[in-house]
Structure formats: C-alpha cells, structure tokens
C-alpha cells in the first residue's frame, strides 16, 4: 500500500497533536509557579508528588554533573596529551578500559541488584531487612577485592606490562609497575564503597550521589592541572585524578552510613547468605546485561575495522556520539524512576507506576524525537565544525542513526520500569537478542551497504527484539494490576516468581 506525501503529513500531524494533547497537563502542571514550588518542598501527603519531586531533582543534577564530564573531557585530553606524549596518553586511556572490565568482578552486587532490593524495603519500611542487605554486599565486596588483590600480587611480577602495553623504551618499566599498581590498590579501595552511590539511588537521593559525584569531578580536574603544571609522571596522575576523589569517597562513606542512614551500617554480625544469594542472582541478570550491551553499542568498530577497514570506524563513532545524545540525556531524565518505581511496588501503587509510565514515555518521546531530528538535518555540518571533512557521514548513514536514537527513546521507560518492579528476564532477553542481532545483521548488511547497513542493523535489531518483547511485558503487568485487588501484586508476576525462586 503506498503512501502520499500528503496522507503520510497527515498521518504525522494526527500522532503528533495526540502525543501533544497527552503533554499539554503535565507540562501545565509542572512548570506552574505552584509546580516548580513542590520540587523544592518534600510532601509527605502526597507520595506520588514526592517521588516527582525525587526523580526530578536526581535528573536536574544528572545533566549537572554530565556537563562536568563533558568539560573535564575537553580540558583534559589536551592538558594530558601535550605533557605525557601520545605514547603514554595511550597506556593512560588503556588502563582505564582495563578497568572498566575488571569492575564487572563485583557481579553486580553495587549496582541496579542493590538498588531494587533496598527500594523495596524502603517501601516496606523494613530497615532489618536493608541493613541485611547492605551488609552482605558490602563484604561480599570486600571479599571480592580481597581476592583481586592478592591475586594480582602474586601475578604482579610475572606480568609483562611492556609487553601488554607495547611501549618503547620513552617510557620506563618502573614508571609503568608503579601506575598498575596504583591503579589497582585504589581499585581494592574503592570497590566495597562504590555501593554508596546506589544507597542513594534506593532511597530517592540520587541527587545526593550526583553531588558527590561532581565533588569526584572537581577534585579529579585539580589534580590534573597540578600534575600537569607541575609535569609529573603517570603514577602522579594517577594519584592526583584517582587518589583524591577516593579520599572524597571515604568522606561520602561516613556521610551515608553514619549521618544519612545509620541503621544501614555494614557490621559482619549483619551479613546473611539468604542476602547475598539473592543479590548474585539479581546482579548477575544485570551483569549479563551489561556485557550484551556492548554488543550493542561497542560491535560496531570491530566489524567496520574487519570489513571495511579501520578509516570508516571514525566516520561511524563521531555520527553515532553526535545522534546518540538524545538517548543519552532521556536516559539521565528516567534512570532515577527505577528506584521509585521499586518503592510503588512494593507498596501496591499500581495505578500511580501506570500513570508515571505513560507520563514519562510521552514527554521522552515528545522532547527527544524532534532534538534528534534537529541534530539529524544539522549533523553533517556539525561534525564537519567537530571533527574534519573526513569524518562527515552520508545522509542513509545519518537517517538511520536517527531511527536507532527514535526507537531507543521511545522505549528506555519500559526497561526502567521492568528493572523498577524485578521482572529482569524480559529485559535481559531482549537486550542479548538485540545484541546478537546487532552483530549477525551487521556483518551481513556491512557487504552490501557499508556504514549505513551497520546503522540499518541495529536499528532493525532494536526493533525486532526490545520493542515488542520489553512493550509487551509492560502490557501485560499494567493490564493485570489494573483490576486486581488492594494489597496484592499481578497474578502472572506471582506465578512467576514461583518458577524462578
């Protein structure tokens, strides 16, 4: 059946005022002079109206503390480059993805795991329940660092580090142990307390985590621009950028678990296997996540360096930053309502989490489609400003980036509400789906139309596999909820939990 460009106008405008018509009350009522008073006044009357206001301000100190990483990224890299020499740059940014990987050691025990549990015991009100759990991941933590450590104490000499990191003879041995051993002291350090941040996050202060995090940031800019002044080494660098911001950390410690919430205290005495088991299994659904992920959105330069030869890959990660933006920021906007949503469910407001899904899905689609949109017809002369004449994409290459930020925005709601309310497998299916789609597809559309295929491929992928198997979850958990009785939780969510406890 083909389409006029005058129906398919039509078409567009009708979805368009619909989508405008669901927006119209909220931004009424939000940005009223009574609206952006309530963001700033805790309401304990109205918990629906407290859990807005909780999100919001998690949010606003999100693009905060994300602008600062963006000017630390453009103060840093030429600060770091011009004193260190690329060589050295190049061992710098190659421990920190190293890092990265060895972080996934923790299971997930820090992240998501942790913050559903303790946002459900929040609901509950049951802080001997939240202590357990703090407990056991904290040691758990510990235990794990432990065992890091001394693993990589015993490895440490028999490592080649000139090796691994394929440097000449500018750069001395002994500068390069002494930088892997900080790097991984600090790591045994900081691991155990990297939980604090979603201590935060469980108990609707994620605007708390944020702050701190923007105190890491400007302590970590300071020591740069004295090592730099100052022209130390690598080691220094890394004592500078890491080692103050763990002192911060400590300090963020003692402010979460002795001022803020005291009764989450991680003593030994607290730690229950039942606790920590609970959490490896949860954290483990994230961790398998997190890892298919980068199938999604790292895949890429690997099959473009294979394929079509390591010239194309900037071409394709510059276009890809520059269209991804608009996920980016809708994602800092909702990630916060993974917390509240768990808090809703666990107190059986079932029709507050429908009304919250449907608001939040409507102002991220109405806000991030048309920035993407804006940034699709102003990518090529922005990247031309940016990065180069050889990094411009072509226009099928900029559409279909565009049509993996649209499809991208319009479901990053669902997945936090899944996340909110544990049902985990629907997510963590549709995401190792997508990522194998991402790489099938994208090796095989690569042969015939280059960069745009691979963008044609993931955007075909998330539209295969995480619209119609996350959208359906939801559906069918909000269309259960919305007639069942007061106190009790989804039929199916029961049955199921049956199955897999």
């Known amino acids: 059946m083909a389409f006029s460009p005058k129906g398919l106008r039509a078409t567009l405008s009708f979805y368009a005022i619909g989508l405008l018509r669901q927006l119209d009350p909220v931004l009424k009522t939000s940005l009223s002079p009574q609206g952006l008073k309530t963001l700033f006044i805790r309401s304990s009357a109205d918990p629906g109206r407290e859990r807005y206001r909780r999100a919001g301000m998690t949010a606003s ?17 030429p600060l770091t480059v011009h004193y260190l020499g690329a060589e050295r740059y190049g061992v710098w940014l190659t ?9 996934l050691t923790d299971f997930g025990l820090a992240g998501n795991a942790l913050v559903y549990v303790l946002s459900e015991t929040v609901g509950k009100g049951d802080r001997v329940s939240a202590r357990h759990y703090t407990a056991s991941a904290f040691w758990a933590l510990a235990t794990i660092a432990l065992v890091v450590g001394v693993a990589f104490i015993i490895a440490f000499h028999f490592i080649p580090w000139r090796v691994v990191f394929r440097v ?6 002994r500068e390069l142990e002494w930088t892997c051993a900080l790097v991984l002291t600090l790591f045994v350090i900081n691991l155990p307390l990297s939980l604090v941040r979603s201590l935060y996050k469980a108990h609707q202060d994620g605007y708390l985590a944020n702050m701190w995090g923007i105190a890491y940031g400007v302590i970590s800019l300071l020591g740069l621009i004295i090592v730099t002044r100052f022209h130390g080494g690598l080691p220094e660098l890394v004592v500078a950028t890491s080692g103050g911001p763990a002192l911060v950390l400590l300090v963020n410690a003692y402010h979460a678990f ?3 919430y005291p009764w989450l205290s991680p003593a030994p005495s607290a730690v229950r296997w039942t606790s920590i088991r609970r959490l490896l299994k949860l954290g483990g659904k994230y961790m398998i996540m997190q890892l298919a992920a980068l199938g999604i959105y790292q895949s890429q330069a690997i099959i473009i360096t294979q394929m079509l030869g390591p010239s194309k890959v900037m071409i394709f990660v510059v276009a890809f930053k520059i269209m991804n933006l608009p996920v980016e920021l809708v994602y800092l906007a909702t990630v916060p309502f993974i917390s ?7 107190r059986n407001d079932w029709n507050w989490i429908k ?34 004449s050889s990094a411009v994409p072509d226009l099928h290459l900029v559409l279909w980036l565009f049509s993996c930020t649209a499809i991208n925005i319009s479901q990053v709601t669902a997945q936090q509400l899944l996340c909110g309310i544990e049902r ?24 015939w139309w280059g960069l745009s295929g691979i963008a044609f491929a993931v955007a075909a992928s998330m539209l295969i596999t995480m619209w119609p198997i996350q959208f359906y979850e939801v559906r069918c958990v ?24």
Not at 168 to 173: E, G, L, M, R, V
Not at 480 to 495: H, N
């Open 258 to 260: 002795i001022r803020r």
């Open 340 to 346: 509240t949503f768990g808090e809703a469910k666990a």
């Open 355 to 388: 009304s919250a899904f449907k608001n939040i899905t409507v102002i991220s689609v109405v806000l991030g489609v048309p920035l993407a949109a804006a940034l699709a017809l102003f990518a090529k002369p922005l990247i031309l400003i940016w990065a180069g």
């Open 478 to 501: 909000l269309r259960a909820a919305r007639d069942m009785p007061l106190g009790s939780e989804p039929k199916r969510v029961r049955l199921r939990k049956r199955w897999t406890q």
């Open 424 to 447: 985990v497998e629907p997510v963590l299916l549709s995401i190792v789906s997508c990522a194998s789609g991402c790489v099938v597809l994208g090796i095989l559309f690569a042969y």
């Open 61 to 77: 100190t999100s693009y905060l503390a994300k602008g600062l990483t963006i000017l630390m990224s453009f103060v840093s890299v």
């Open 95 to 103: 421990i920190s993805s190293l890092l990265f990987w060895v972080a």
């Open 168 to 173: 000449s003879n500018a750069t001395s041995t």
